[in-house]
């Protein structure tokens, strides 16, 4: 259903309907932002990538290929201009893959948005601590590019592994097992607080 209103809405778009764009950027900009919070860890520049998104959303709306969700095209752009951010951006570019990106402690409510919520862990356990929660986002933050980009995609904005693949331009195979390595490198940075009740799957 979803989808379908999605396409409603881009044959709108594409017929010079200006309110529908702004509906469409009212459904996910939220979603958008989630993404680029989780990826550049900065607030101001996660609000910059995520207006950029929408432009190059709606410059390039009329090539998007309708046999694919429009959704997944969206988390593909959004997924590029952050890898791009990062690998331009002096602030926060480091080794390739290996990124370590400074955090924004701003609270802010994509902060607690962005911690994973599919890692079997109790949410009295984390939003009860708030030492628990900044362990859980430094630990994000410590991960690898591609590691934490495959946490978010997974565990915070609930996409299947076919939908990761598509995004990310790799195969299921290869989705699954980052996404292994992803919450393994994750449970090993906050094992400490979590005393076992993490557990990989």
């Known amino acids: 259903m979803e989808g379908n209103e999605d396409l409603e809405l881009i044959e709108r778009i594409q017929g010079g309907d200006q309110d529908a764009f702004k509906e469409l950027v009212e459904r996910y900009q939220r979603k958008v932002y989630s993404i680029c919070y989780g990826m550049l860890k900065d607030q ?3 609000l910059d990538v995520s207006q950029e998104v929408f432009i190059k959303v709606y410059r390039y709306l009329e090539k998007f290929n309708r046999e694919s969700s429009f959704y997944t095209w969206l988390y593909r752009i959004t997924v590029n201009m952050c890898i791009d951010y990062i690998r331009k951006n002096s602030k926060v570019q480091r080794v390739e893959y290996d990124d370590r990106l400074s955090h924004d402690s701003g609270d802010i409510e ?11 862990i109790h949410p009295d356990k984390v939003y009860g601590r708030k030492e ?6 430094e630990a994000l933050e410590s991960l690898s590019e591609k590691h934490r980009t495959i946490l978010i995609l997974r565990e915070v904005e609930g996409l299947s592994y076919e939908e990761i693949a598509e995004v990310l331009n790799i195969s299921k195979g290869t ?3 980052r996404l292994f390595h992803a919450r393994r490198y994750f449970q090993e940075a906050i094992k400490d607080y979590l005393k076992g ?3 990989v799957s």
């Open 44 to 46: 101001e520049a996660s």
């Open 110 to 120: 994509s902060e607690e948005h962005i911690l994973p919520s599919r890692l079997g």
């Open 132 to 137: 628990l929660r900044e362990k859980m986002l």
């Open 175 to 177: 989705v699954m097992s």
């Open 197 to 199: 009740d993490l557990k």
